[in-house]
């Protein structure tokens, strides 16, 4: 078999263009006996991370590389339709520096050059071509281009100013797709390659994986084009763009076997280098005076807040704190407290209203201190090894709740403290699911619009479905694929060669990076639309595995709600409310949860959960806790059971008497995860760290780790004098829990949240549900849902007034709620603004004309004025009234 490598490569990650799936491209590599593959995607470096991973799994050499857009002229340069998307260009990094490189070069592509595409340009090329390999690409390349326009003086300029460039890095491409065009234009390439003693190569452009994919590619670019498939024009692909074995391409290029051994040379230069690091790429946070390391600030910080946290401060609280400051220094993240804790409490300076905590972080005494979490963990018994384990060296995860306006304050404190170029959005992508890939390919194919509908319709409605298991699970769509009608058949097949592929990009709801220096040096970025800051082109996951801590600031509207509620409360009523400082044991509060009085409260509104409310009855916290951790799909059967037995009217068991300390707030139910750690703890003689280790092994149900710490479990509990049998069976019993164990950090920082929100709605009803209203101003059904809710209550709400209404619902001196005009349909935020404005310099509104001579009519315009009169707006004049035109 000829010794061959494909060098020129697109996969999925060429947005709706390749419709090559890297699983796929690799599995056929390994079929047809290839040892490795390069990706080469339109202008980006989006599947880089993934492509390397696959490609690793199956011990086939991954070759990173980009097919470059470069401008014909400078990449600042914007104007006109000649130069939108530049020549063509393939770049190899054959070494570290080489993908360094590449990578500044494809961010400054988005950052400087995007102009229809990510353009660079021959400046920065030559900057950053150390490490890397280029070869002249497709007919849209640089020198194919000029061989084809006959300019046979600048041909010749082409090569030379490339080898300068490259020097013998710099390669000659073949390609055959059966164009006339690449004939003429390989001939001249094979002479030059002479001319100037280089070296050709030969490669195929691959945009899809088998030579039957063509029309599932034909498909996908009608998508990104908008035309029909019987449309032809324009279409430059001849269906001889797939991944071709070795023995194909010998025959395509028999009278140049040399282009093929060439690939061999250029895979041998590339080096066998490593991105992915567990180091964590920390941006340096300035010290004050007086502290030489972050670690003597943050023990400084942590201990000043635990004076006022802790006033008594003792062995417990200082054993505790000591103990995580040393892992945390240990694992070197002081850095990251000291980044978190400065914009929370930039956060709370400028008024923003901070979650009391999310997820494992909660568990974390130093976090407490430090004024990043608001929820005590040793009063809550929350373990810090459940957040950050010194057994397993893994990135810490702070994920913080901001309300929805401050989000995006705490976000720019945080771009102008580290600089724009260090800060970025995350890349997310847009993928065909099953339905919507039949419903993409049955518009392309003309497949009856009703058709289409069923056919999609047949696929379960699941996340992460897929059509292969769509067909074993559903006959009737297994029957379609096999004896259907053509076009549905067609459909079908070519929905699954689709179905992953990326369809768009767009940015991380909350997901951020912040890095040391200048995001350029360490990842490929890019631009979105919707975004001002820079987004990585690695996602999610993938983004951390080379070494950028990923935060998440995450904008909660239930903190928002809180936040309005607490202003009505203070303009209504003249309270300034801390809301963190509410009692937990208000029983006014606790006998609305008892009621199931919850609607529009945080985490407890649904009818399933008011109904358990009504026979729990909860008096304490800890019954919140556990119910937020029950009311999910597994453990909600144990909800009953949990009632009966806080009633006393079934008898409380434990597993083994060592373990009823810490099964007894739950009444002998292991609903956490802490639980089982502590369990394995106390009875398996595990160190928590250990025990979190266990846990993940039992959520994950990996049964290899689970059998080798059976062992380890039931040895440390018999050592302890627990005979096997009573051993084995506890084991069992937390494994079977922890297919569903609660975090018990997240649950309690959550119940937080709900019990401030039924605080304010059993003693602040009205400025309650006056917050609750404005923050679903955009849905009506939830206005109607919710005003029947007010009005279930006793609280009048009053239509919108044009003399007393705001943009958003208040609570007038009434004590009704006052309709907010914002939710009028038809009117418009800048329209209310200009009224109320107008209002507060000139006071109330006479009548209709008056209130017409006063506005500013450009920003309350005609169709704003027809809203607000249908609406009733214009009521409170004696002179008009809305109910008189309907006579």
């Known amino acids: 078999m000829p010794d061959f490598t494909h060098l020129h490569v697109h996969t999925q990650y060429s947005i709706l263009d390749g419709a090559a799936k890297i699983s796929s491209l690799i599995a056929k590599v390994k079929e047809t006996g290839m040892d490795s593959i390069a990706i080469t995607d339109h202008g980006n470096m989006f599947g880089v991370l993934k492509f390397m991973k696959e490609a690793r799994q199956h011990k086939v050499k991954p070759i990173i590389g980009c097919e470059v857009y470069v401008a014909k002229e400078s990449r600042f340069d914007k104007n006109g339709t000649p130069d939108r998307s530049g020549y063509h260009l393939i770049l190899l990094a054959k070494n570290l520096q080489g993908y360094k490189n590449l990578t500044k070069l494809v961010s400054l592509g988005y950052l400087d050059g995007y102009y229809y595409t990510p353009r660079i340009d021959k400046e920065i090329l030559a900057l950053y071509s150390e490490g890397i390999i280029a070869s002249t690409a497709c007919l849209g390349g640089e020198l194919p281009q000029t061989i084809m326009n006959n300019d046979e003086a600048q041909v010749d300029a082409v090569v030379k100013n490339f080898i300068d460039i490259f020097g013998d890095d710099f390669y000659l491409e073949l390609q055959d797709h059966g164009h006339e065009e690449q004939k003429k234009v390989n001939q001249r390439l094979l002479e030059l390659a002479k001319k100037f003693n280089r070296k050709v190569i030969a490669t195929n452009d691959v945009h899809f994986v088998d ?73 340096h946070f300035p010290l004050p005076d007086g502290f030489e390391t972050e670690d003597d600030y943050l023990r400084f910080l942590t ?92 990135m810490p995860d702070i994920d ?30 847009g993928t065909m699911a099953a339905k919507l890939a039949i419903r993409d390919v049955a518009r392309v194919l003309k497949l009856p619009l009703a058709e289409a509908d069923r056919i999609a319709k047949l696929v379960p409605e699941r996340p992460g479905i897929t059509l292969k298991q769509a067909f074993i699970e559903v006959k009737e769509l297994a029957d379609i694929k096999l004896n259907g009608d053509e076009l549905s058949r067609k459909t079908l097949s070519f929905a699954q060669t689709l179905e992953g592929s990326a369809r768009h990009t767009g940015t991380h709801a909350c997901g951020v990076i912040i890095g040391p220096d200048d995001l350029i040096n360490h990842v490929p970025l890019s631009i979105a639309k919707d975004s001002p800051l820079n987004v990585t082109q690695y996602e999610g996951k993938l983004v951390e595995s080379v070494g950028m801590l990923k935060m998440d600031f995450l904008g909660l509207k239930t903190l928002s709600i809180i936040k309005d509620a607490l202003r009505n409360i203070e303009e209504g009523k003249g309270m300034i409310i801390d809301i963190n400082k509410i009692p937990l044991e208000d029983t006014k509060t606790f006998e609305l949860y008892q009621r199931g009085d919850t609607i529009g409260t945080f985490q407890f509104e649904s009818e399933g959960m008011r109904t358990y409310l009504k026979d729990l009855k909860p008096t304490t916290i800890e019954d919140l806790i556990a119910m937020n951790a029950l009311y999910r799909p597994g453990p909600m059967s144990y909800i009953p059971v949990y009632i009966q037995r806080k009633h006393g009217k079934e008898v409380v068991e434990y597993p083994h008497p060592w373990l009823e300390e810490i099964l007894k707030p739950t009444h002998g ?22 025990a979190d280790l266990l846990r993940r092994a039992m959520g994950k149900k990996q049964m290899d780790v689970m059998e080798k710490q059976k062992v380890v479990f039931v040895k440390g509990a018999e050592d ?52 609750v209203l404005t923050h679903n101003l955009s849905d009506i059904k939830k206005i109607t849902f919710f005003i029947d809710e007010c009005k279930r209550q006793g609280i009048a709400v009053a239509g919108p007034d044009v003399n007393e209404s705001k943009l958003r619902f208040i609570v007038n001196k009434n004590n009704e709620i006052r309709f907010g005009m914002a939710a009028i349909k038809g009117v418009g935020e800048a329209a209310v603004i200009a009224l109320i404005e107008e209002r507060k310099q000139n006071g109330p509104f006479n009548d209709i004309v008056d209130f017409a001579t006063r506005v500013n009519l450009r920003a309350v315009n005609k169709r704003s004025f027809e809203a607000l009169a249908m609406a009733g707006a214009f009521d409170c004049f004696n002179s008009s009234h809305r109910a008189q035109f309907f006579y």
């Open 669 to 690: 139910i292991m609903v956490y995860q802490e639980q089982i750690m502590q369990a394995a703890q106390i009875m398996g003689g595990f160190t928590l760290g250990g």
């Open 303 to 394: 201990y000043e807040g635990a004076k006022e946290m802790y006033p008594d401060l003792n062995d417990e609280v200082t054993k505790r704190l000591d103990f995580e400051l040393s892992v945390i220094k240990e694992m070197g993240f002081p850095g990251y407290f000291l980044i978190v804790q400065d914009f929370i409490a930039k956060a709370r300076e400028m008024g923003v209203v901070v979650g009391p905590g999310r997820g494992s972080a909660a568990g974390s005494a130093v976090a407490y201190c430090t004024g990043i979490t608001n929820i005590d963990p040793i009063k809550y018994n929350l373990l810090f090894e459940r957040f950050l384990n010194p057994e397993r060296i893994s």
């Open 400 to 429: 913080i709740d901001f309300d929805d306006e401050g989000r995006e304050a705490v976000l720019n404190y945080v771009v102008g403290k580290y600089g724009s170029n260090r800060v970025a959005q995350i890349v997310t992508f």
């Open 720 to 771: 302890k004098g627990v005979d096997t049998e009573t051993a084995t069976e506890v084991f069992k019993m937390m494994a079977r829990f922890a297919e569903y164990g609660f975090n018990r950090s997240h649950s309690a920082a959550y119940s937080i949240i709900a019990y401030q929100t039924a605080y304010l709605k059993a003693h602040y009803p009205a400025e309650y549900m006056a917050a």
């Open 211 to 283: 030579k039957d994919d063509f029309d599932a590619h034909r498909i996908l670019i009608c998508l990104n084009t908008g035309k029909d498939l019987d449309d032809v024009s324009g279409m430059h692909y001849t269906g001889n763009e797939y991944l071709k074995t070795p023995n194909e391409m010998a025959e395509l290029f028999k009278d140049v076997p040399e282009a093929l051994a060439n690939t061999r040379e250029i895979v041998d230069k590339i080096e066998d280098y490593e991105i992915t690091t567990k180091n964590i790429l920390l941006p």
